[in-house]
């Protein structure tokens, strides 16, 4: 977690949007809710907003502002997520920026063999371990989408490997609510009980809109059964612009913006006071292949002016870092990553997802997320930014020792190296005669070798006694209700 503006520093930030840009977006947003309307093809969130006041005609509903308004006032500003092991809580709250990994990948690269293969069963369980044994990566999703499964029921596998092997928060996604339910159901035991589950949630719903301006059956049907079975919920989308909107970053906030109010606004009529995280992987479209672009600057630009646009409306964020066009976590994954964690930091994201990304969205990469959490913890010495104040001056230390002799050997400076100097863990700062002496190994090298390390001896925290019976029957549960 990084924490930004302390009482004695001001931690470096930057903006895209002003207020008054903000303002112009969120008004702009408004009108194209009540004007233009969104498409909603569930039926109990169609009755919940026209309940509210809103014009429905079929499938599409026109939703006047003072709806977005009240939602707005009901969403509550900051909540907490839990893992199993509660030294990981993460408290969602302005200037708090975490960073995980992302889900639904079809491929994955190996981590024993390196090969790029389908994602199979097991495999979340690789990224969740290896995840809960990087420091700087804060929560878990699981960088797969399993191919030797029952398909509807690759979420529920996948939330059973990742819960057994991490005790750091995690984000799920769901099918259809009877997968919700039985993860729900997998969470509940690994908590303690429903009660616990309810009082400190050890998993959020992760949830994707469609653009333009599109809410699904059976997303919003499990965002409603989240919302009335207090499960904290991410609810998060694009636009590609050129392709989901037009080619202007301004044309993608608002379809991002109305999107994401017309969710929550769902979420507050179908229980007042869920806790929402909005959330935007806003790219721009490749000019050569019309694929969205993950690697590109505008989806880190347009990413932190979403960031902005939360910020002013009082919302919890989650962004999108970490990931990269490259096939491989090579140079250019590294480039793309590395702006991405230090735009997003700067922005202050909230919640930040799909690090370990490769290939437009399309590989998951354990290498990647291991790089990525040197990067983030490059990023996080940055936004602590410099301590001011009487004790950092050390006005009577320069004074003791005086012009032009040296502070190296001095206690009261010595004492604070480790603190105020950020040292690498796979970057390489050694001289070209040591370098050859350690093995003249490539970041690469060193990033394969750091996997392989937690892979071999890295142990999660053990479920409780008979949860993993527990998740089974579950498991054998929702494969004889797909065979019915």
Not at 244 to 249: D, I, K, L
Not at 359 to 384: F, K, N, Q, Y
Not at 436 to 448: D, L
Not at 456 to 463: G, I, K, R, T
Request: proline residues 6%.
């Amino acid at each position: 977690m990084t924490l930004t503006n302390y009482s004695d520093r001001q931690s470096p930030q930057f903006r895209v949007l002003s207020d008054a840009q903000c303002r112009e977006l969120y008004l702009a947003t408004l009108e194209c809710l009540n004007r233009i309307g969104v498409l909603v093809y569930e039926e109990q969130a169609r009755n919940l907003l026209a309940s509210a006041g809103a014009d429905v005609d079929g499938e599409r509903v026109y939703i006047p502002p003072h709806i977005i308004q009240e939602a707005l006032v009901t969403a509550p500003r900051t909540f907490t997520l839990w893992g199993r092991d509660r030294q990981h809580e993460l408290r969602i709250s302005p200037d708090r920026v975490y960073y995980g990994p992302g889900p639904t990948c079809t491929y994955f690269l190996d981590p024993v063999t390196g090969e790029r293969r389908k994602a199979r069963r097991g495999d979340a369980a690789y990224t969740a371990r290896v995840s809960d044994a990087l420091p700087n990566i804060d929560y878990v999703m699981s960088l797969s989408l399993y191919d030797d499964v029952t398909p509807v029921l690759s979420p529920v596998y996948e939330f059973a490997d990742m819960v057994a092997n991490t005790g750091k928060p995690i984000a799920a996604w769901a099918t259809d609510v009877h997968t919700l339910q039985d993860i729900h159901q997998i969470a509940a035991a690994a908590a303690g009980g429903a009660e616990n589950l309810r009082r400190q949630p050890i998993y959020t719903y992760f949830a994707t809109y469609e653009s333009p301006l599109r809410h699904s059956e059976k997303t919003i049907e499990n965002l409603i059964w989240a919302a009335r079975n207090d499960v904290p919920i991410v609810y998060l989308g694009g636009p590609s612009v050129g392709v989901e909107a037009p080619v202007t970053g301004a044309s993608g906030l608002v379809v991002f913006l109305a999107a994401a109010l017309s969710g929550l606004a769902i979420a507050q009529l179908a229980q007042k006071g869920a806790p929402v995280i909005v959330g935007g992987v806003i790219s721009a479209m490749d000019l050569r292949t019309a694929r969205p672009s993950y690697g590109s600057p505008e989806m880190s630009l347009y990413v932190a002016a979403a960031a902005d646009l939360t910020r002013y409306l009082g919302l919890p964020f989650m962004g999108t870092a970490g990931a990269s066009e490259s096939k491989k976590p090579d140079a250019q994954a590294a480039i793309e990553a590395s702006i991405e964690v230090l735009m997003n930091g700067l922005s202050g994201a909230g919640l930040v997802h799909d690090v370990g990304f490769l290939d437009c969205a399309d590989i998951g990469s354990l290498e990647m997320l291991v790089m990525c959490d040197e990067i983030i913890s490059l990023v996080r010495r940055i936004l602590r930014g410099v301590e001011v104040n009487r004790q950092t001056i050390m006005l009577d230390l320069i004074e003791r020792v005086g012009p032009g002799n040296c502070f190296i050997a001095e206690p009261e400076s010595a004492a604070l190296c480790r603190s105020e100097i950020w040292m690498p863990k796979l970057l390489s700062r050694e001289t070209w005669v040591n370098w050859e002496k350690q093995g003249a190994k490539s970041m690469e090298q060193r990033v394969n070798e750091r996997l392989q390390q937690i892979l071999a001896s890295h142990q999660p925290p053990p479920l409780p006694p008979g949860v993993a019976e527990t998740i089974q029957s579950v498991l054998n549960a929702a494969e004889q209700r797909c065979a019915r």
